[in-house]
């Protein structure tokens, strides 16, 4: 099946930084998706982005659907962020639409 | 977007035991998922539930340990059979695409304990 590989698979932030998580794939998807699951365990969808960029508060993502990469941006991060943020991808030609999902981006934002 | 409730929302259960674990949808859907996640890992899809018929299985989950029903277009059933400690992880049901996009969404899980 695809490989979805996500990094760094840590990240210590101060609040107010800055961060860039980044999501490569290994074949054409027609779906990727950004999720956040908080320290209960939930997953919130951020971003359906198969390709372009797309905005929301303070977080914003982008798909280069060419190249096989998704990045996504935390700004001015609060304590908030904190949580497991998560690629994940549906290839093109799946009849199924199961999601393939990466090992996932540890995120830790101090005070 | 759709409401996704799952039930229990958490257990702590004797190995040798079954659990279900109930997942339902506040509108009909086409695809629904049965996930799991593992202490410290990420979600591995176990089987898509089909309406009407048998579940499809991932490989290394079988009917017999992981079996599922699906009644109806809303809602669908996972029992976790005869547990283990190894069987400790968050459930999640998914379900999607709907209606207008492609975009899948999950329930809140449940947190499972196997002692």
């Known amino acids: 099946g695809i490989q979805v590989e996500q990094s760094p698979p840590d990240l210590i932030l101060q609040e107010g930084a800055n961060s860039t998580l980044r999501c490569n794939f290994s074949?054409?998807?027609?779906?990727l998706q950004w999720f956040h699951q908080n320290p209960w365990g939930q997953l919130i969808n951020l971003f359906y982005?198969?390709?372009g960029t797309k905005q929301n508060g303070r977080l914003s993502a982008t798909t280069v659907a060419t190249e096989r990469y998704s990045l996504l941006y935390i700004s001015s991060s609060q304590t908030t962020d904190s949580g497991v943020y998560f690629c994940?991808?549906?290839?093109?030609?799946?009849?199924?639409?199961?999601?393939?999902f990466g090992r996932g981006t540890q995120l830790t934002v101090w005070p | 977007s759709a409401v996704i409730s799952q039930k229990p929302s958490r257990d702590i259960c004797q190995r040798g035991t079954s659990l279900t674990i109930q997942c339902q949808v506040d509108?009909?859907?086409?695809?629904m998922f049965w996930y799991r996640q593992q202490p410290g890992q990420s979600l591995t899809l176990i089987a898509t539930?089909?309406?009407?018929?048998?579940?499809?299985?991932e490989s290394g989950f079988v009917i017999d340990k992981f079996p599922i029903s699906r009644p109806n277009l809303t809602f669908s059933t996972l029992t976790v059979s005869n547990m283990s400690p190894e069987d400790s992880s968050i459930y999640l049901c998914?379900?999607?695409?709907?209606?207008?996009?492609?975009?899948?969404?999950f329930g809140p899980g449940t947190r499972l304990t196997v002692l």
């Open positions: 998914s379900v999607g695409p709907l209606a207008g996009g492609n975009e899948q969404f």
């Open positions: 074949d054409s998807v027609n779906n």
């Open positions: 982005i198969p390709s």
């Open positions: 994940a991808v549906v290839t093109r030609g799946s009849t199924l639409g199961r999601l393939y």
């Open positions: 509108s009909q859907v086409t695809m």
């Open positions: 539930a089909n309406q009407g018929s048998e579940a499809t299985y």
